[in-house]
């Protein structure tokens, strides 16, 4: 590379970018990028090209590398964190840069939950996701972006939290602010601390999922919020518990006691 825009101390893969989806065909997608698998062993997370040329510029992007090399320290079960940084020789795209990331076949993400299930099946998951969610707590990460298609279920069953590149971490900031991230500021007009944010996000991302209530539009105040819940099919323990949740309170309980308060109801 003609750039020292690379300099970077974790495994760095340059490819061009004209042989995403061909050469390295594409497994999974979403509004903001793809996944494309590389050799079998290690998959490349891709992101839009405008993103990265206007916000990944100059000192941001020696921040995200400082940032990603840190993550890639890290290990749990239940989180894929990147293992290196791709970079790509295209003379329009150099400078620019996305994710290397572990491979896994059979990943299906949280949307699947929201197709013909039972609840028993929808509930154990959501409690083995917001285990993962207090994982990533406990490791250093606010996830800020919580939502289906970052939640997924691999072939033995596990919850895995993907695309954490993004995530805060430690004194590294979220790259690309995600709108989820001021849930609790546009819900109730103040500041709350973002390990609360992401408390609220998922007991939101529950909601939709067992009740198939539609995509939260932020900048919704919790008075409408609540208009939804009263019309939830629950007991007043259950809408007490989604309340406490969704409330403006500090250091929230996380969402595991809710799902298990709807799996005896719905006994």
């Keep these: 590379m003609s750039r020292s825009i690379y300099d970077t101390t974790i495994p760095t893969l340059i490819v061009s970018r004209h042989d995403l989806g061909g050469k390295y065909p594409v497994i999974g997608s979403g509004c903001e990028g793809g996944v494309y698998n590389y050799n079998g062993k290690y998959a490349l997370k891709t992101f839009e090209l405008f993103r990265s040329m206007e916000y990944?510029?100059?000192?941001?992007?020696?921040?995200?590398?400082?940032?990603?090399?840190?993550?890639?320290?890290?290990?749990?079960?239940?989180?894929?964190?990147?293992?290196?940084?791709?970079?790509?020789?295209d003379e329009f795209m150099e400078g620019c840069y996305s994710d290397l990331i572990e491979y896994e076949a059979g990943l299906k993400d949280f949307d699947d939950l929201?197709?013909?299930?039972?609840?028993?099946?929808?509930?154990?998951?959501?409690?083995?996701?917001?285990?993962?969610?207090?994982?990533?707590?406990?490791?250093?990460?606010?996830?800020g972006d919580i939502k289906e298609d970052n939640m997924m279920i691999d072939k033995e069953g596990n919850t895995i939290l993907v695309d954490v590149d993004n995530c805060a971490y430690g004194d590294y900031p979220f790259d690309l602010f995600p709108d989820r991230a001021e849930c609790y500021e546009q819900m109730h007009g103040k500041k709350g601390?973002?390990?609360?944010?992401?408390?609220?996000?998922?007991?939101?991302?529950?909601?939709?999922?067992?009740?198939?209530?539609?995509?939260?539009?932020?900048?919704?105040?919790?008075?409408?919020?609540?208009?939804?819940?009263?019309?939830?099919?629950?007991?007043?323990?259950?809408?007490?518990?989604?309340?406490?949740?969704?409330?403006?309170?500090?250091?929230?309980?996380?969402v595991g006691p809710l799902l298990q308060k709807i799996r005896e109801y719905n006994k």
């Design 56 to 89: 990944f510029y100059g000192d941001r992007v020696d921040l995200k590398f400082r940032k990603v090399e840190e993550m890639t320290k890290l290990k749990d079960p239940s989180i894929r964190f990147p293992v290196g940084i791709l970079g790509y020789r």
């Design 114 to 143: 929201t197709l013909p299930s039972n609840k028993v099946r929808q509930i154990d998951y959501l409690i083995k996701g917001d285990r993962t969610v207090k994982r990533a707590h406990d490791v250093g990460l606010i996830i």
């Design 193 to 254: 601390n973002y390990k609360d944010n992401d408390i609220m996000l998922y007991t939101l991302m529950v909601l939709r999922i067992l009740f198939n209530q539609p995509e939260f539009k932020f900048g919704k105040r919790k008075s409408e919020i609540d208009i939804l819940i009263n019309h939830l099919p629950i007991n007043k323990e259950i809408k007490e518990y989604i309340e406490l949740l969704l409330s403006d309170a500090q250091n929230k309980p996380y």
